[in-house]
T-cell receptor, first 115, second 113 residues
Framework: DGGITQSPKYLFRKEGQNVTLSCEQNLNHDAMYWYRQDPGQGLRLIYYSQIVNDFQKGDIAEGYSVSREKKESFPLTVTSAQKNPTAFYLCASSSFWGAGANVLTFGAGSRLTVL | SQQGEEDPQALSIQEGENATMNCSYK?????LQWYRQNSGRGLVHLIL?????REKHSGRLRVTLDTSKKSSSLLITASRAADTASYFC?????????????FGTGTLLAVQP
């Protein structure tokens, strides 16, 4: 089945540690995204990538980093510089970037808790 | 930056009743989409309405768009317990080279059996 796989589903981190969240898609989508979701809030865009080896900052990129070395993969690193990293992280992809309808397919999410 | 705001924040209804939730946004849009999120899961796309459309149907879903009021509504008819979820509107906005989806804060719908 085609889809987006995020791992791990749950992750615990000590303060000061970097952690990397994995996102893999087999939908042959060009664009990939990372969103952060906090309780009672909507999704906020962290980073997005339209093509391999290119990515752009979203609205809340500080304290995060990404790479896009392969079309299928878009890992997110939460660095120790992120002041409040405890959140639910969602990866998404879309097949169309540009004028028209940009419909997202989401993974199941990764819940990060900083101890 | 949050563009959309859903109203109400939470809604509780009985099975078989209709559920209506609203979304307001601030800037001109290319299209508006509705997504559903079951607790602790990812979002699932439900329906998309373009800026030049006023109403769209998909199964038990009916979406309206009023660009003059910058608002949209999602109607779920004959609700079922399985419809219990959070519902988010998302607006697609042109921004030069970027074309981002901006999500609202969501409506939590509880359908009581």
């Amino acid at each position: 089945d085609g889809g987006i796989t995020q791992s791990p589903k749950y992750l615990f981190r000590k303060e000061g540690q970097n952690v990397t969240l994995s996102c893999e898609q087999n939908l042959n989508h060009d664009a990939m995204y990372w969103y952060r979701q906090d309780p009672g809030q909507g999704l906020r865009l962290i980073y997005y990538s339209q093509i391999v080896n290119d990515f752009q900052k979203g609205d809340i990129a500080e304290g995060y980093s990404v790479s896009r070395e392969k079309k299928e993969s878009f890992p997110l690193t939460v660095t120790s510089a992120q002041k409040n990293p405890t959140a639910f992280y969602l990866c998404a992809s879309s097949s169309f970037w540009g004028a028209g309808a940009n419909v997202l397919t989401f993974g199941a999410g990764s819940r990060l808790t900083v101890l | 930056s949050q563009q959309g705001e859903e109203d109400p924040q939470a809604l509780s209804i009985q099975e078989g009743e209709n559920a209506t939730m609203n979304c307001s946004y601030k800037t001109s849009i290319n299209n508006l989409q509705w997504y559903r999120q079951n607790s602790g899961r990812g979002l699932v796309h439900l329906i998309l309405i373009r800026s030049n459309e006023r109403e769209k149907h998909s199964g038990r879903l009916r979406v309206t768009l009023d660009t003059s009021k910058k608002s949209s509504s999602l109607l779920i008819t004959a609700s079922r317990a399985a419809d219990t979820a959070s519902y988010f509107c998302a607006t697609e906005v042109y921004g030069g080279a970027t074309n981002k989806l901006i999500f609202g804060t969501g409506t939590l719908l509880a359908v009581q059996p």
